[in-house]
């Protein structure tokens, strides 16, 4: 079962990673391009793309508006993938700073101990104090309207940066305790007796044996980073326009399109649904191969 999500999970990745084939070569439009005046032929018939009252087309099933329109006549499925193009990008660099500066701080607090831990446990908790939608949205809001120097309101790394600070709490309490184990086991003090210094035992001994939990914790902080980046969009404090996500397509739906065309917020709202269930599966199904009092294993 873990497999076949996680099959399901490249099977996104790849629709969004070919987003600007399928709206060069199959439905000729761009993400952002406005047709509200335009038509197209749907069984031999011309429609508007948005009707005279505003009501925009439902999926036609063609090449040309596969899932419809939004209320500003863009296609659906071209934003659906490269909303979901952004999406998968901020939830990647988001893990990405969440793994290293967590791993980072969960190796030095568990093997320095004292002061350092206290330091470093003492400002996770305060970022730990507050829910993660509300310092977000904070956080997405401040930089939003104020930047901070290159990162401006309208680029996606500002709610990547902001998604893999939040989650760094939980990556280095569950990294400390493990190191806080390992330190005291015998092969690290037979590196200390080598002669080795702190930071030789960390990588070359401590490190490798925490492999296994930093890569359950992956696909767990990827999926989780995907869905509060949405909900950080639909909120106003994620995702910035014009760019797409699938965060925004379901905001402006909500905003604009229901109930007169659902189709604009169910179409993102299955490709989320989808994409974080299966990185979530994918992820225990991982967790439980790598577990050591695991009952069940992979079999060859």
């Known amino acids: 079962m873990a497999l076949f999500f996680g099959a ?67 296609d659906v499925a071209v934003r ?85 600070f939040l989650y760094i709490p939980y990556v280095v309490r569950p990294i400390r305790a493990q190191v806080l184990t390992l330190r005291e086991r015998d092969f690290v003090d037979a590196a200390r007796q080598q002669g080795l210094t702190h930071w030789q035992i960390m990588w070359s001994e401590i490190l490798p044996n925490l492999a296994s939990t930093i890569v359950v914790f992956i696909p767990l902080i990827l999926a989780n980073s995907i869905l509060l980046e949405a909900g950080l969009t639909f909120l106003g404090a994620g995702v910035q326009p014009p760019n797409p996500s699938w965060g925004t397509m379901i905001s402006d739906g909500i905003d604009n399109d229901i109930p007169s ?10 490709m989320l649904v989808v994409a974080v269930m299966s990185v979530n599966i994918f992820g225990d199904g991982l967790r439980d191969a790598l577990d050591p009092r695991a009952k069940v294993r992979i079999g060859r």
Not at 32 to 52: A, E, M, P, R, Y
Not at 261 to 270: Q, S
């Open 8 to 74: 399901v999970f490249l099977l996104v990745v790849v629709l969004c990673l070919l987003a600007p084939v399928y709206s060069n070569d199959i439905a000729h439009i761009g993400p952002s391009v406005n047709n509200i005046t335009g038509t197209v032929n749907v069984g031999g018939k011309t429609k508007d793309i948005v009707s005279l009252i505003g009501i925009p087309i439902g999926p036609t099933w063609t090449t040309h508006y596969l899932l419809g329109a939004d209320g500003n006549g863009r």
């Open 261 to 270: 065309a659902f189709h604009n917020v169910l179409v993102p709202g299955i």
């Open 80 to 164: 659906l993938l490269y909303g979901g193009r952004n999406s998968l990008e901020i939830g990647a660099v988001a893990t990405l700073i969440t793994m290293i500066f967590g791993t980072l701080l969960g190796l030095v607090a568990g093997y320095f101990r004292g002061l350092t831990d206290g330091i470093i446990s003492r400002a996770n908790d305060v970022i730990w104090a507050f829910p993660p939608v509300l310092l977000g949205i904070t956080l997405g809001t401040v930089l939003a309207i104020r930047g901070i120097g290159p990162l401006k309101g309208t680029t996606i790394m500002v709610p990547a940066i902001i998604i893999g």
